[in-house]
């Protein structure tokens, strides 16, 4: 099997490894010089960098759905939640985070990221944006870091800019695999989500910007409203298997994100709060994040109580709990009808179908399920300042990315452009790797297509759908999922642990009928894979640095003297074993890590 790579893709039909029932697979080969895996908003903005530091630089997008409506932002957003405003400075932005990640957080990614987020906001309203003004002109504020923008088309505008600074987009390629050659990253594997082809995409550089994971834990809302949920359902954690799976150093997947959203529609609350002043109440009309809360900032709370404190009102008999908007004007709730309009119209939708007056009646709210992801939280890898990982040739922007949170959009752009800087400042130094190796390529096509193949030989196996049920179930009721209030104790984490190693002994019997199951298959391998990392994670910090999103019943405080640190896990692929390692907290901006307020 010789595979010639170049330019352009080159076609090679082959059948990878034994016979599979009379069914072969094509391999699709591309060399580029910087493979870019997810064309989301970090990933758009890493591509037009590049392009515009060098213009004859070959740059490739790889996404599994189609840049002009994948990721996060796919539907769009109604503000800008992370924004330098006259006053603030990065450095008073920098221990902001640090306040709101309850201490621990690290400052030097935050504080580089602080310093490029005005820029690039102000480059993506040259490319279209609209982002609302005051009548001086400067940016409609909405809360101490945010701006307001009409959004609803903010990821075409993106996706448009990558593709006018010159960028290949190869969409609907689901990433598998790093292709690793003599060390370092050398490309990547894709899975076509719509030809069954495997992808060999072999480049001198690599930027991982793929975002975290849902459904890894049971969702909210079951039966067929399952996708009914806050985080991008098509973001698996394929990011952070890559890197896995190398032997990539990862940080900090016990800070998982529980967001607050008004319950069944999974409507973001921001909105309400930040936008229009809605406080938290329970059914008794109290304002107990003020009354509960008070020494932290009552309602300017860090984010994590903001989920915690509802959640304890409804353990301790006094929920439903809400946001008041039952001091909203007529003119306000058309305001907020509009500004839901750029980025969840479906809550619109729903008070329309339901004779539903928010100024007349509290919108009740919920905590979603946990996710995992670098932006709101700091799940990812572990990286220095220029989103370099641990493995050389390969970088990491946005969700994908540790140590960092307080993203939200801006963050993720800017950390886009950093990694595409340091990447073309390091591809002096980093050679064109040689062609993939034939071995690795058949073993990467024999473990893709398995679930196929058994189809195809027995006709009869696990869905990936029952999988990731059963995940989902052990998540939930062991890891601290939704139904047992998020918190959790040695003894659940290790019963979750003996349920996901045997989920992992049945991965051989996934079956896949169609190329829409083969990749459902690899997805929940994936979410599988990145569950494993977060038990090992929650067992290992013997705290509660976060309450709500990592509440331990058996270590209910928090315990700066021996856990103000980072835990970091290496995957082991040879043993299957997540081996933990402990990283300091070092602090790079001055003043008080506990004060909301400068």
Same mark, same amino acid.
């Given at each position: 099997m010789d595979i010639i790579l170049t330019d352009i893709v080159k076609k090679s039909s082959t059948t990878l490894g034994r016979d599979m029932a009379e069914e072969s697979f094509s391999i699709e080969a591309l060399d580029t010089d910087l493979l870019i895996i997810g064309g989301g908003t970090a990933g758009c903005l890493a591509a037009v960098e590049a392009r515009e530091r060098a213009p004859g630089l070959r740059v490739t997008i790889m996404e599994k759905a189609h840049i002009d409506r994948s990721g996060c932002l796919s539907a769009g957003m109604n503000?800008?939640?992370?924004?330098?405003?006259?006053?603030?400075?990065?450095?008073?932005?920098?221990?902001?985070?640090?306040?709101?990640?309850?201490?621990?957080?690290?400052?030097?990614?935050?504080?580089?990221?602080?310093?490029? !987020?005005?820029?690039?906001?102000?480059?993506?309203?040259?490319?279209?944006?609209?982002?609302k003004k005051d009548e001086q002109g400067n940016y409609l504020r909405r809360g101490r870091w945010n701006v307001s923008i009409n959004g609803e088309y903010l990821k075409p505008i993106i996706a448009q800019a990558a593709r006018d600074a010159g960028a290949q987009v190869i969409n609907r390629v689901a990433a598998t695999n790093l292709m690793m050659k003599d060390g370092r990253v050398a490309g990547a594997y894709g899975l076509g989500v719509r030809d069954s082809k495997l992808y060999a995409i072999r480049a001198r550089a690599t930027i991982v910007a793929t975002g975290g994971a849902s459904g890894i834990y049971k969702p909210n809302n079951d039966g067929s409203a399952h996708h009914k949920m806050w985080y991008s359902p098509f973001n698996t954690g394929a990011g952070y298997t890559l890197?896995?799976?190398?032997?990539?150093?990862?940080?900090?997947?016990?800070?998982?994100?529980?967001?607050?959203?008004?319950?069944?529609?999974?409507?973001?609350?921001?909105?309400?709060?930040?936008?229009?002043?809605?406080?938290?109440?329970?059914?008794?009309?109290?304002?107990?994040?003020?009354q509960r809360f008070a020494d932290w900032g009552g309602d300017g709370s860090p984010t994590p109580l903001r989920v915690y404190g509802p959640v304890q009102e409804v353990k301790e008999g006094r929920g439903p709990c809400y946001l008041d908007t039952r001091h909203l004007t007529p003119e306000q709730v058309r305001n907020l009808k509009a500004a839901y309009l750029d980025m969840y119209p479906s809550i619109v939708l729903y008070w329309a179908a339901n004779g !539903?007056?928010?100024?007349?009646?509290?919108?009740?709210?919920?905590?979603?399920?946990?996710?995992?992801?670098?932006?709101?939280?700091?799940?990812?890898?572990?990286?220095?300042?220029?989103?370099?990982?641990?493995?050389?040739?390969?970088?990491?922007?946005?969700?994908?990315?540790?140590?960092?949170?307080?993203?939200? !959009?801006?963050?993720?752009?800017?950390?886009?452009? !950093?990694?595409?800087?340091?990447?073309?400042n390091d591809l002096p130094s980093l050679a064109t790797p040689p062609n993939p190796d034939k071995a690795q390529m058949e073993a990467e096509g024999e473990r893709i297509f398995a679930p196929r193949r058994r189809f195809q030989e027995v006709g009869e196996g696990v869905a990936p759908s029952e999988m990731e049920e059963r995940l989902q179930k052990v998540m939930d009721e062991y890891a601290g999922g939704v139904s047992t209030f998020y918190e959790m104790n040695a003894e659940r984490l290790e019963v979750a642990r003996h349920h996901l190693q045997r989920l992992e002994g049945q991965v051989k019997y996934l079956m896949a009928r169609n190329p829409h199951q083969l990749l459902q298959a690899q997805e929940v391998i994936d979410r599988l894979l990145v569950a494993r990392a977060v038990v090992e994670h929650l067992v290992h910090r013997k705290e509660t640095r976060w309450p709500g999103y990592q509440t331990r019943l058996d270590y209910p405080q928090r315990d700066?003297?021996?856990?103000?640190k980072f835990v970091n896990s290496i995957y082991d692929g040879e043993t299957g074993e997540v081996r933990i390692l402990e990283r300091p907290y070092q602090q790079f901006v001055s003043g008080d890590r506990y004060k909301p307020k400068e």
């Open positions: 503000a800008i939640n992370a924004y330098i405003h006259p006053g603030e400075t990065p450095e008073s932005f920098t221990r902001y985070v640090r306040f709101d990640a309850l201490g621990l957080v690290r400052e030097d990614l935050v504080l580089s990221q602080a310093r490029e !987020i005005n820029d690039v906001v102000r480059r993506v309203e040259g490319w279209g944006l609209p982002i890197g896995l799976r190398a032997g990539a150093e990862m940080t900090s997947f016990e800070m998982r994100f529980i967001a607050l959203r008004v319950k069944d529609i999974i409507a973001p609350t921001g909105t309400l709060a930040l936008g229009f002043g809605a406080p938290q109440v329970n059914a008794k009309g109290e304002r107990f994040m003020a !539903i007056d928010p100024s007349k009646e509290a919108v009740e709210i919920s905590g979603t399920e946990p996710y995992i992801m670098g932006g709101h939280c700091q799940a990812g890898y572990w990286i220095d300042v220029g989103r370099r990982t641990t493995l050389p040739g390969l970088y990491a922007a946005g969700d994908v990315a540790g140590g960092a949170p307080y993203k939200f !959009i801006s963050g993720c752009w800017a950390e886009g452009v !950093i990694a595409a800087r340091s990447a073309v700066d003297e021996r856990w103000l």
